[in-house]
């Protein structure tokens, strides 16, 4: 009875030592070794042009890699057909950050409005200090601004463009 045993029991013991060897050693803790590889939390942006002469809506969504996907349309503001038109992230001073334009390929409808377009940019939203709305080009709080106040810094924005000027802003909200 012994006998039949004996070989099971070889194999189980002998299992037993390869999945002890496998597993990480004492320095390493278990926990780690199922830890995310990725360091970036989802986050979740909009720009919504809702005043002016741009009329539309523009999502950023940030993946645990740090990569954001853009999508958007407008309604209004795009009735040049023939004219070049572009996206851009800009600071409270409306100085670039990021342009968007080639990624999105924004084009007119026809009917006033955008088709609807979609891109996934290697840019985050707030992952580090060089995303959407992290990213800044001065810390002075009187930097562009008339009355020369201190005053808390404005969140980024975003702007559409028409043959590379400024044609409608809007806020980048979380």
């Known amino acids: 009875m012994m006998r039949r045993f004996a070989l099971p029991t ?3 013991l002998l299992s037993l030592i390869a999945i002890s060897l496998a597993l990480p050693s004492g320095t390493e803790l278990l926990s780690h070794t199922f830890e995310k590889r990725n360091n970036c939390k989802c986050s979740f942006a909009i720009a919504d042009f809702n005043s002016g002469p741009v009329k539309g809506v523009v999502t950023f969504s940030q993946d645990e890699t ?3 996907e853009v999508a958007g349309i407008f309604s209004r503001g795009f009735n040049d057909t023939h004219a070049s038109y572009g996206f851009k992230i800009v600071d409270e001073c ?3 950050l990021f342009d968007l334009s080639s990624g999105l390929n924004i084009t007119p409808d026809g009917c006033g409005g955008t088709n609807a377009f979609r891109h996934k940019f290697n840019i ?20 562009c601004h008339s009355n020369n ?8 924005g975003a702007i559409t463009t028409q043959n590379g000027q400024s044609s ?3 806020g980048l909200t979380k």
Do not use: M, Q, W
Not at 129 to 143: A, E, I, P, Q, Y
Not at 149 to 156: D, V
């Open 10 to 12: 070889f194999f189980i």
């Open 66 to 68: 740090g990569c954001t």
């Open 94 to 96: 409306y100085r670039e």
């Open 124 to 143: 985050n939203i707030d992952c580090d200090s060089n995303g959407f709305l992290t990213k800044v080009l001065h810390n002075d709080k009187r930097n």
């Open 149 to 156: 106040k201190l005053r808390k810094r404005l969140p980024n």
């Open 168 to 170: 409608g802003y809007a």
